[in-house]
């Protein structure tokens, strides 16, 4: 029953755990290990995230075709070879490299939102996710921190309640549509949307959570 709870929760769970990894230095005045590793952690995400998230949100589809789209989104950090040098651990992605920059995060989400494309728009999403962390966690990106969990929170949740009890959504169409509001969400003009990628996580969190319950 345990095991059961955890495999359908796995998701939730695991963007739990990525809340504690901000960059912060423990009370001696020592560098945190996870600002210390950073980078590598960073690298690192670029392929267990992705492969994690396919396997999670697996549906009557190949899981592994899914996971090797999501990889191959990667080859999105082609623009780097543009940059001099080519690879700076302490540089920030987004804004900087033309692949990187708002218009493609743009073109990105109609890819996940059109069926035929929805798995490449959604690798190249949690690509630049991933690099928008990073940027934060180096604090070279401008957004606005906020609570973790605010009114619109609940929101989330009780929207995709509604989705899950009362479509035929799949937990993968959830998650691309998800991603691509987290990512309009930058470019809106309103203060509910000038949040930071603690709370972004918070709000996928939310969403998911919303999604299951509803489907019972």
């Known amino acids: 029953?345990?095991?059961?709870?955890?495999?359908?929760?796995?998701?939730?769970?695991?963007?739990?755990?990525?809340?504690?990894?901000?960059?912060?230095?423990?009370?001696?005045?020592?560098?945190?290990?996870?600002?210390?590793?950073?980078?590598?952690?960073?690298?690192v995400s670029h392929g267990a995230v992705p492969a994690g998230i396919a396997y999670l949100i697996k549906t009557e589809n190949d899981w592994k075709k899914r996971?090797?789209?999501?990889?191959?989104?990667?080859?999105?950090?082609?623009?780097?070879?543009?940059?001099?040098?080519?690879?700076?651990?302490?540089?920030c992605s987004i804004n900087l490299h033309p692949l990187h920059s708002e218009y493609a995060l743009f073109g990105f989400s109609l890819l996940a939102l059109n069926p035929l494309t929805k798995d490449v728009g959604t690798g190249l999403?949690?690509?630049m996710g991933l690099d928008y962390i990073d940027c934060e966690l180096m604090q070279k990106n401008n957004s606005i921190q906020t609570d973790a969990f605010n009114e619109y929170t609940l929101a989330h949740f009780l929207f995709w309640y509604g989705i899950g009890k009362y479509s035929n959504l799949q937990a993968?169409?959830?998650?691309?549509?998800?991603?691509?509001?987290?990512?309009?969400?930058?470019?809106?003009?309103?203060?509910?949307?000038?949040?930071?990628?603690?709370?972004?996580?918070?709000?996928?969190?939310?969403?998911?959570?919303g999604f299951i319950s509803g489907r019972g």
Request: a neutral charge; glycine letters at 2%.
């Open 172 to 209: 993968d169409g959830m998650f691309a549509i998800s991603m691509v509001w987290e990512v309009t969400e930058l470019k809106l003009p309103f203060h509910f949307a000038r949040e930071g990628w603690v709370n972004k996580s918070v709000d996928l969190i939310a969403n998911y959570f």
């Open 1 to 43: 029953m345990i095991y059961k709870i955890l495999k359908r929760n796995t998701i939730p769970v695991f963007c739990i755990c990525i809340l504690f990894a901000q960059e912060k230095r423990d009370s001696s005045g020592q560098i945190h290990p996870l600002e210390k590793y950073r980078s590598s952690i960073h690298l």
């Open 67 to 91: 996971a090797l789209t999501y990889l191959l989104a990667n080859l999105v950090d082609s623009d780097h070879f543009l940059a001099q040098p080519v690879y700076d651990s302490n540089r």
């Open 125 to 127: 999403l949690i690509h």
